[in-house]
């Protein structure tokens, strides 16, 4: 149980364009999910929190027109990158909360972002 | 804000070994501590997760400590194998503050190889 996958696993695109990473939980409803991003040999760095029906709640420093997330339902948030840079190929993780389940978070299988 | 540093960076050793990474957060306010695996390329795994409440848990071959007051975690690893070769982060979560995003703040890792 406590499944979270993403879509793509792996995207190349040409630099201006948008891309949309695509998080859901497959067995379990999630009030709240996170979004990460890690560039090479570098940690995990949370971007922002995405709650259901409500505004994303970004970090410093994430610019929030750049990176649009909608949680339109309990068990998808999707995270866009708008006219993505080079600079902007990282790894995309995301991860979700169990309704009423605690704090544990359960993480998808991430998403590679290679941007031209 | 939080800081989460690990120690070793990098780590090789023969199979069969004994060893032990550290983890070190800077505010000990925490509500949880998670041990993750990473795979080259791939998401994470959970592999332990320590209530504030708690000293340690184990799992199998795996024992992880936690000495909220200092603001130290340790994850030992018995018996080590090849298979158990990856990056381990360890992170740490404080619970929702009402504002802001709340999710994991990351280690950089350490990157362990286990020779054959």
């Known amino acids: 149980g406590a499944v979270v996958s993403q879509h793509p696993s792996w995207v190349i695109c040409k630099s201006g364009t948008s891309v949309k990473i695509e998080c859901r939980s497959l067995?379990?409803?999630?009030?709240?999910m996170f979004w990460y991003r890690q560039f090479p040999k570098q940690s995990l760095m949370l971007m922002a929190t995405?709650?259901?029906?409500?505004?994303?709640?970004?970090e410093q420093g994430v610019e929030k027109d750049k990176f649009l997330i909608n949680h339109a339902s309990l068990t998808l948030s999707t995270l866009t990158v708008t006219s993505a840079h080079p600079e902007d190929s990282s790894f995309y993780i995301c991860?979700?909360?169990?309704?009423?389940?605690?704090?544990?978070?359960?993480f998808g299988p991430g998403t590679r972002l290679l941007v031209l | 804000k939080q800081e989460v540093t690990q120690i070793p960076a990098a780590l090789s050793v023969p199979e069969g070994e004994n060893l032990v990474l550290n983890c070190s957060f800077t505010?000990?306010?925490?509500?949880?501590l998670q041990w993750f695996r990473q795979d080259p390329g791939k998401g994470l795994t959970s592999l332990l997760l320590i209530q504030s409440s708690q000293r340690e848990q184990t799992s199998g071959r795996l024992n992880a400590s936690l000495d909220k007051s200092s603001g130290r975690s340790t994850l030992y690893i018995a018996a080590s194998q090849p298979g158990d070769s990856a990056t381990y982060l360890c992170a740490v979560f404080i619970g929702y503050s009402g504002g802001g995003a709340d999710g994991l703040t990351f280690g950089k890792g350490t990157h362990l190889i286990i020779q054959p």
């Open positions: 505010d000990s306010a925490i509500y949880n």
């Open positions: 067995d379990f409803q999630a009030t709240t």
């Open positions: 991860s979700a909360e169990i309704v009423g389940g605690g704090e544990t978070q359960y």
């Open positions: 995405s709650n259901e029906g409500s505004k994303a709640t970004y």
